[in-house]
C-alpha cells in the first residue's frame, strides 16, 4: 500500500458492547493479510453513560413489574432511548451528544498518533444511530464556531484538553475524509419532519470524498438517503444489500447483521485498497 489509512467504526443504537467491531476487525485483518499493518482501526464507544442509566431504569423496570416481551421492551427501551439522549443539550458539555463527539475526537487523535501522519486518509464505517452521530460530527467541525455546537463550539478548548497540535485539530476535523460508509442509516428519521429545503448533508471534506450507503430493504430502521432531499441524490452512493442468516435475512432484525456480511466487507476492503493505493 501507498498509503496508510485510518479506519474508524461508530456503532448504533440499543445495548452495544464495547468491542462490538472485533469481529469485524478480524476479518478485514484477514483480508488485507500483509498490509494490514498500513491500516490502524479503531472503535468509537460513545454510549457508555447512556447504557448506565438504561441498564438503571429498565432493571428497575423489570424488578418491580411483570412485564411481556421482555428481550423486545428492552430492544425499544435502549434504541428509543439512545436517540433521544444523543440530540438533547447539544451546547451542554455534559450532554450525550457533546460525550459522543468528545469520544469521536479522542479516537480520532489516537489513530492519528498511531499513524503518524496528520495528513492520513480516514475511512469511517457508521451502523445505525452512529450515522446521525457521524454526520452532525462532521457538520460542527466545518462550521464556524458561533454556528457549531458540541465539542466545536469552541475548539480553543477542545485543543487544550486533547494536547493536540495544530496538525493534529486538522485529522480530529477529518479534513483528510476520504470515505463515510454508513449501515442500517437511520438519518431520515431525525430529519423526516423538516422542509425538504432545510434538509442538508454535510458538505464534502475532501474532493475525493464518497459517502456509501447500505440498507436492507427488511431493515426498517435503515433507509436510502437520496431521496431525501436534492443534496443528498448529489452526495450519496445508495447501496441495497440483503444480509442477516435465514430467517433473519428476511426480517427487520437484519439491522444487526450488516458487518458480518460477506459482500459488504467485501465493499469495505476494496475501499480500502483503493485509497491506500
Known sequence: ??????????????????????????????????????????????DGDIQEREDAVFGEMLATVDLNWKGLREFVMYSLADAVAIEARRSSERSPYYKAQFEIAKTLLDSQQSLE????????????????????????????????????????????RLGASDDQME???????????????????????????????????????????????????????????????DLVEDFQVNVGPFPQSLTPFAHMHYWEDRKVQESIYKQIVDIAG
Open 171 to 233: 485529522f480530529i476535523r477529518l479534513k483528510s475524509l476520504e470515505r463515510l460508509m454508513t449501515f442500517g442509516c437511520n438519518i431520515p428519521v431525525f430529519v423526516a419532519a423538516l422542509a425538504e429545503k432545510d434538509i442538508v448533508p454535510i458538505n464534502k471534506p475532501t474532493v475525493s470524498f464518497r459517502w456509501l450507503n447500505f440498507y436492507d430493504k427488511d431493515d426498517v430502521l435503515g433507509f436510502p438517503l437520496r431521496t431525501l432531499s436534492a443534496g443528498y441524490q
Open 1 to 46: 500500500m501507498n498509503r496508510r489509512v485510518a479506519v474508524l467504526t461508530l456503532h448504533g443504537m440499543g445495548k452495544t458492547d464495547r468491542d462490538y467491531a472485533s469481529q469485524l476487525f478480524q476479518d478485514l485483518r484477514e483480508k488485507l493479510g500483509n498490509d494490514q499493518g498500513d491500516v490502524t482501526l479503531k472503535s468509537v464507544f460513545y
Open 117 to 160: 501522519s496528520s495528513s492520513s486518509p480516514v475511512i469511517i464505517l457508521a451502523h445505525s444511530l452512529g450515522c446521525q452521530v457521524i454526520s452532525n460530527y462532521i457538520w460542527d467541525a466545518s462550521q464556524p464556531t458561533e454556528k457549531a455546537a458540541g465539542i466545536w463550539s469552541d475548539p480553543v478548548a477542545l485543543q487544550q
